[in-house]
T-cell receptor, first 112, second 115 residues
Framework: GEDVEQSLFLSVREGDSSVINCTYT??????LYWYKQEPGAGLQLLTYIFSNMDMKQDQRLTVLLNKKDKHLSLRIADTQTGDSAIYFC????????????FGAGTRLFVKA | DTEVTQTPKHLVMGMTNKKSLKCEQH?????MYWYKQKAKKPPELMFVYSYEKLSINESVPSRFSPECPNSSLLNLHLHALQPEDSALYLC??????????????FGSGTRLTVV
């Protein structure tokens, strides 16, 4: 079945850039997403990219998609302590009715 | 209004109790979802409602019973739960089930503890 994988932990210093990586297996993935979850809270949609795009930039966030390698990354510029959270990569496609599949989440720790 | 509101935020219930979780959105979204999230795990899909009809049930035990009274409300009725059902229960909505391109809006969840 479809699978989404991401590294579990990333630690960066405040002011540095963070890069969170994700790979997915479903070649028919149509939409790819990054969600942020702070402790005790629900998931917040940060950004999304359609599979016919290579890159999307939104303020401090840059999403890169390599469709050939099925690789998605999220770059956070000038990382702040408020960016400390779990970041979930997710994908959906019309396989099985547009269900969204989530990765295990990457815990980002920002050191002051 | 761009929020999904879930109540209660915390719930402790015994294994013989009956309780309900509630979810409300006023964004005109026609698809609503229940997810279960255990600690340090991704959300797992439980149910999908599309246009107030149950579209997907991910083989969830019958002690969980969803209900969609109207296009803005989604309930999850709980009965005879087990301690392993303790988790964060998340409600989400999207414009409709076949147009998830713009992602989901999640509520902040109900933290459920079964004792």
């Amino acid at each position: 079945g479809e699978d989404v994988e991401q590294s579990l932990f990333l630690s960066v210093r405040e002011g540095d850039s963070s890069v969170i990586n994700c790979t997915y297996t479903d070649s028919s993935s149509t939409y790819l997403y990054w969600y942020k979850q702070e402790p005790g809270a629900g998931l917040q949609l940060l950004t999304y990219i359609f599979s016919n795009m290579d890159m999307k930039q939104d303020q401090r966030l840059t999403v890169l998609l390599n469709k050939k390698d099925k690789h998605l990354s999220l770059r956070i510029a000038d990382t702040q302590t408020g960016d400390s959270a779990i970041y979930f990569c997710a994908e959906s496609s019309n396989t099985g009715g547009f269900k969204t599949i989530f990765g295990a989440g990457t815990r980002l720790f920002v050191k002051a | 209004d761009t929020e999904v509101t879930q109540t209660p935020k915390h719930l402790v219930m015994g294994m013989t109790n009956k309780k309900s979780l509630k979810c409300e959105q006023h964004m005109g979204h026609r698809a609503m979802y229940w997810y279960k999230q255990k600690a340090k795990k991704p959300p797992e899909l439980m149910f999908v409602y599309s246009y107030e009809k149950l579209s997907i049930n991910e083989s969830v035990p019958s002690r969980f019973s969803p209900e969609c009274p109207n296009s803005s409300l989604l309930n999850l009725h709980l009965h005879a739960l087990q301690p392993e059902d303790s988790a964060l229960y998340l409600c989400a909505s999207s414009q409709d089930f076949l147009s998830v391109g713009y992602g989901y809006t999640f509520g902040s969840g109900t933290r459920l503890t079964v004792v």
